[in-house]
């Protein structure tokens, strides 16, 4: 059974959400993984941070480079500065098998299934009314742990965090959006992969724009897979323009916790304010 519902407040007025209760779902892919069926025994496992990524050197590395806007590369991280700055933290987990635990629980959830023309993808309530044991484990490890760390890399004052989960079966997309709302400071994506390597030719990269003149966005500048354990971190701006390729692969589907943290926001110190065009975009001729 699915049911229409617009009775949520975040999302844009004319999206189409169609609740999806968990006993009636079927997550592509998801069902067909041994360790993702309903006879499989979730533990509780309490989520760390890897361990590498803790050392005071490598974070004044990274700190170092990121206050300077310059790109680097190494076996924990990359810093990414073109289109614009974002980073991707290559395993955020010392042991990543607690990610196949809580794919587990993406079982049980009920789903919203987001719908508009912009966008078509399954998505979760924020996770602080989620009552399943690892996904609460890995709220809270964002919010205590490592929103504290991303506010002392990135020099911003982070105060809270939003977060659900979503996922992307086959056909499903999210087009070129900047994030930008209220009091979002930096976004993340956690991404959950059932298998350790997501393949390029089966779509849903994480693909960022550049812009044109008029600060629109213009074409995709880089991509980055969906690679399983990998946490994505970008402070949103009015140019950090991306959008979620369509994922066209029937197997499997792609997994992710994702949301915000939120701060007081300053003005944007990254570009002006969109500039309106000389042009009119359509030609309307006067009669
Ligand atoms: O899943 C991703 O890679 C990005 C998702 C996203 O951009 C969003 O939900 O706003
Ligand atoms: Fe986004």
Known sequence: ???????????????????????????????????????????????????????????????????????????????????????????????????????????????????????????????????????NHIYEFLKNDVMGVVSKLMNLEL??????????ADTDYLLVHDDQQEDRVVAFVLYLSDIQDWCESWGGALQLFNCDNNYQPNTVERSISPKNNQLVLFPVSPISYHQVEEVTKKNFSRYSINGWFHGKIVPSSVTPTHKPRNESVINIKKT
């Open 159 to 168: 105060t809270h965090i939003s977060a659900t989960c979503s996922y992307y």
């Open 1 to 135: 059974m699915e049911v229409e519902s617009e009775d949520e407040e975040d999302w844009d007025s004319n999206t189409k959400i169609v609740q999806v209760p968990a006993k009636t779902q079927k997550i592509t892919g998801f069902h067909l993984m041994p360790t993702c069926l309903p006879e499989h025994k979730v533990k509780e496992e309490k989520p760390v941070l890897f361990n590498k990524l803790v050392k005071e050197s490598l974070l004044e590395y990274f700190k170092v480079h990121w206050d300077d806007n310059s790109s680097f590369d190494n076996e924990y991280f990359e810093i990414i500065t073109n289109p614009w700055k974002i980073c991707v933290i290559k395993n955020l987990l010392e042991d990543d098998s607690i990610l196949k635990d809580v794919r587990q629980e993406f079982y049980e959830l009920d789903w919203n299934r987001r719908k508009l023309d912009l966008y078509n993808f399954h998505q979760s309530l924020d996770l602080k009314y989620l009552q399943l044991k690892n996904i």
